[in-house]
């Protein structure tokens, strides 16, 4: 089950409560900056883990000013869209959890602090270029949440070289038989996740398989694809591009 800490009591807490019911997952951004986008980043991730166990889930985007750039520049980052949420469970949703800003006010519009909260901690700078989007969303997920990021060049270049290498590993490991993800490397991908959105731990993984001697590259492959539906990085983007 997934679980993450609650902001209300630094405990961890059920994302989910009741697996498989309806969820609205509320991201409170009340400015356009970096850190509003790692906001929904982080609710982005929630989705896709909630939705890799089955549950269906309702995003919804709450307190945004500038709204529509907001959303262009999610989407340059590979954020799925996020409808307009007022304050309330909305038709058909029984659970909520709510995303912001560490440090923000968390009661969002107008709605009692009274649901499980994800606070995100800063972004440095408050303005990020996004000439690079998946090289940007790969150097906020680097960092776990609850860490502050600095996106300086150093980090970036970083993110672009690591970005480049699995790319071009993955695509080197399409051209071979497809094997199945081993049924522990897949428990330990989920458990990741599954802890407070853990995106270092999967990226760790990751890097583990790359040299794991034991592993075929058809196997590879699948891991990279299977982890690549939590972090929504495009790792299998160059499989079958002319070399």
């Keep these: 089950m997934l679980r993450i800490i609650d902001a209300r009591t630094g405990e961890p807490a059920p994302a989910a ?39 269906p889930v309702w995003p919804v985007l709450t307190g945004a000013a500038e709204r529509d750039r907001l959303r262009e520049d999610a989407a340059a980052l590979g954020i799925r869209p996020f409808e307009d949420g ?4 909305g ?7 709510r995303v912001v800003g560490a440090g923000a006010d968390r009661r969002g519009a107008g709605s009692a602090f009274d649901t499980t909260t994800v606070a995100v901690a ?18 906020l997920l680097e960092r776990h949440h ?6 300086d060049e150093v ?3 970083e993110a672009r070289s690591t970005l480049a290498r699995l790319r071009r590993a993955v695509a ?44 075929a590259d058809g196997a590879r492959f699948e891991v990279c694809a299977y982890a690549d539906r939590f972090l929504g990085l495009h790792l299998t983007r160059d499989v079958g591009a002319p070399r």
């Design 17 to 55: 409560p009741v697996r498989r019911a309806p969820t609205r997952v509320e991201a409170h951004v009340p400015e356009r900056d970096a850190t509003a986008l790692r906001v929904l980043l982080v609710a982005d991730l929630l989705v896709r883990a909630l939705e890799l166990d089955g549950t």
């Design 86 to 89: 007022a304050a309330g469970h």
């Design 91 to 97: 038709p058909g949703t029984g659970q909520r959890v």
């Design 122 to 139: 800063p972004v440095h700078p408050a303005e990020t270029g996004l000439d690079a989007p998946d090289a940007v969303r790969l150097a």
């Design 146 to 151: 609850h860490a502050r990021v600095d996106l």
């Design 155 to 157: 980090a970036l270049d």
């Design 172 to 215: 080197d490991w399409a051209l071979h038989p497809s094997r199945p993800v081993p049924g522990e490397v897949r428990d330990r991908l989920r458990a990741a996740w599954e802890d407070d959105l853990d995106a270092p731990a999967v990226l760790r993984l990751l890097r583990r398989v790359e040299t794991d001697p034991d592993l």
